[in-house]
């Protein structure tokens, strides 16, 4: 069975702090996928970062960076010099490698006041 | 592409009615997925479909719940009768190789 846990429910900053939403996940499996989708007020869900577990590399796009750590399971994404449009709710997801069937975290909801 | 399309955005039936999603996803993809999403248990996976074909049908709640693929540019999900608890707003997902594509999701509101 696969499993995600998002421990932070609800993480409120002030703008330019940095942030780290963190992820941690089960699995069986000895190859998957990670993700981390944006959900903003709107309510679309907006891809940010796909990663397969080959490769453990960490990731930097911007102001977004993704730590991945396959000893510890876990699969962080902080935000550098936060900003009020990253105000959203954040969500981590496994997927297998095979049945593609994406799993979803119960989601952090992030909050940047100005 | 236009992406994954589903329709109606928003949908208000009354209780009992059947209600009826549809999904059109992206050209080429070959697996398509239902999520569910609510405040009290998140985005579930409800069904996904392999070329066209249902791979996984656990997470459908219950038997008023069906979903069905005839083609590969096509997907319905159907809730006969509807209930109230059935209020939530549902995407559908498709996938090529691992990588997702949601569509805007639509909010059923069950009164």
């Known amino acids: 069975a696969q499993k995600v846990t998002q421990a932070q429910t609800e993480i409120s900053v002030v703008e330019k702090e940095d942030v780290t939403l963190d992820c941690v996940y089960e699995?069986?499996?000895?190859?998957?996928?990670l993700f981390w989708y944006k959900q903003p007020p709107s309510g679309e869900l907006v891809f940010l970062i796909r990663?397969?577990?080959?490769?453990?590399q960490n990731e930097i796009s911007g102001r977004y960076s993704w730590n991945f750590q396959k000893s510890t399971s876990s699969f962080n994404f902080t935000i550098t010099a936060s900003q009020v449009v990253d105000s959203a709710v954040y969500f981590c997801?496994?997927?297998?490698?095979?049945?593609?069937?994406?799993?979803f975290g119960a989601g952090t909801r992030l909050t940047v006041k100005p | 592409d236009a992406g994954v399309i589903q329709s109606p955005r928003h949908e208000v039936t009354e209780m009992g009615q059947e209600v009826t999603l549809r999904c059109k996803p992206i050209?080429?993809?070959?697996?398509l997925f239902w999520y569910r999403q609510t405040m009290m248990r998140g985005l579930e996976l409800l069904i996904y479909?392999?070329?066209?074909?249902?791979?996984?049908d656990s997470g459908m709640p219950e038997d008023r719940f069906s979903a069905k693929m005839p083609n590969a540019s096509f997907s319905t999900l159907k809730i006969q009768p509807s209930e109230p608890r059935d209020s939530a707003v549902y995407f559908c997902?498709?996938?090529?190789?691992?990588?997702?594509?949601f569509g805007s999701g639509t909010r059923l509101t069950v009164v």
């Open positions: 479909f392999n070329n066209n074909v249902p791979i996984d």
């Open positions: 997902a498709s996938s090529l190789r691992g990588g997702y594509t």
């Open positions: 050209s080429g993809h070959d697996y």
């Open positions: 997801a496994l997927s297998s490698y095979n049945n593609n069937d994406m799993r």
């Open positions: 990663r397969n577990s080959f490769d453990e």
């Open positions: 699995t069986r499996d000895t190859t998957y996928y």
